[in-house]
């Protein structure tokens, strides 16, 4: 599967290129709102709490959903997760075992996801949802805002606000995956993830002014690293890689974590599956440097055993600021049901 950068031109103001492609992008958003507004939603068993974005790339969403679940068993609930499985090969519903499983089989995000509650993949959500309704009494359904097959209950869009919604374009013009008055429409809170360690709180994006006017709750979370295998690897300088979207944030949490210099980074596509050409290559480099190879735990489960013992895996954590709120957010939505 090919694995690409998103265009620069989606995060400049006006481009010559994303102008030519808007037709494009117009009739991607008119294709998509058709899609979801014919398409047959079934009701799930138990209440649907969705975790979307709306643009292409990383958000925050895992983390979020993570999150969420851990907030939800504090309150007695038995979440249960659903997945797409991006990046797998299983389009039918399956449980992730992680016994089993693999990345190639499942995805990365599930691997994630499956090692805090009962996870399901498959192409047709509606159909793991009742394969799952033994699992657990709720549903966190992750990246699933444009799936139009299961009825979502609460929908929460999660944003980085430091890169916000690109130049407003859908794609390919732009980052957008459907237009956002019609994200918005379908969203019930924002969740606002930022990305970067000890940085000023960074202001909402253009396109976000106007939310305030609507009765859409706003919350904060920022991404943090777990740091404990960091501060325990001695002083060797690091090298690191990833493969997420965008992989220049975790380079900078990095870099905040550890006064450890990192002498070299390999930044991939978005869930890239890495070669063996490419893997050893960072593994010679960092051998002949005495550095230590570091990656996302998320790039680390996509990894060939073979290669995961020589290699240090750091795990995202999401620190909600308004924990308690956006509890309560969830639970009344929930007991409305």
């Known amino acids: 599967m090919l694995r690409v950068f998103p265009p620069r031109f989606w995060w400049q103001e006006r481009s ?16 998509s709102m058709l899609s979801q507004r014919l398409h047959k ?11 979307g974005n709306a643009v292409v790339g990383g958000s925050g969403k895992t983390p979020l959903a993570i999150a969420l679940n851990h907030l939800l068993r504090r309150k007695g609930y038995r979440p249960v997760f659903l997945t797409r499985g991006y990046g ?7 449980r992730v075992d992680l016994a ?3 990345a190639i089989d499942v995805g990365d995000e599930a691997l994630l996801l499956a090692r805090h509650a009962p996870t ?5 959500r509606a159909t793991s949802a009742m394969r799952a309704r033994h699992d657990g009494d709720c549903y966190i359904m992750d990246d699933g805002m444009q799936h139009p097959s299961l009825k979502r209950d609460i929908t929460l869009l999660a944003i980085n606000p430091h890169q916000g919604v690109g130049n407003h374009a859908i794609m390919p013009a732009g980052p957008l995956r459907e237009p956002w008055a019609y994200a918005l429409a379908k969203t019930q809170a924002i969740v606002m993830v930022e990305q970067k360690k000890n940085k000023k709180k960074p202001p909402l994006p253009p396109l976000l002014h106007h939310v305030t006017k609507k009765p859409l709750p706003i919350f904060r979370a920022t991404a943090t690293l777990d740091d404990t295998q ?9 090298i690191a890689f990833a493969a ?17 210099p990192i002498i070299a980074h390999y930044a991939y596509p978005d869930h890239a599956v890495l070669t063996k050409k490419q893997l050893d290559l960072m593994l010679n480099d960092a ?19 073979a290669y995961q013992s020589s290699i240090m895996p750091v795990a995202l954590r999401l620190h909600i600021h308004q924990e308690d709120a956006l509890l309560d957010f969830v639970l009344s939505s929930l007991a409305q049901l």
Request: proline share 10%; charged share 15%; aromatic share 8%.
């Open 41 to 51: 939603v079934q009701q799930a068993p138990h209440p649907v709490l969705c975790i």
């Open 120 to 124: 399901w993949v498959g192409g047709n």
């Open 230 to 238: 960091l501060k325990n690897k001695g002083s060797r300088p690091l």
């Open 100 to 102: 089993h499983h693999t």
């Open 287 to 305: 051998t002949q440097k005495k550095a230590t190879l570091v990656t996302t735990e998320k790039d680390f489960v996509r990894l060939p055993r």
């Open 88 to 94: 797998g090969k299983y389009h039918q519903p399956c």
């Open 16 to 31: 010559i290129l994303s102008t030519c492609l808007m037709p494009l992008g117009w009739c991607f958003g008119m294709a």
């Open 244 to 260: 997420i979207a965008p992989p220049h944030n975790f380079f900078e949490m990095i870099q905040d974590a550890t006064p450890s």
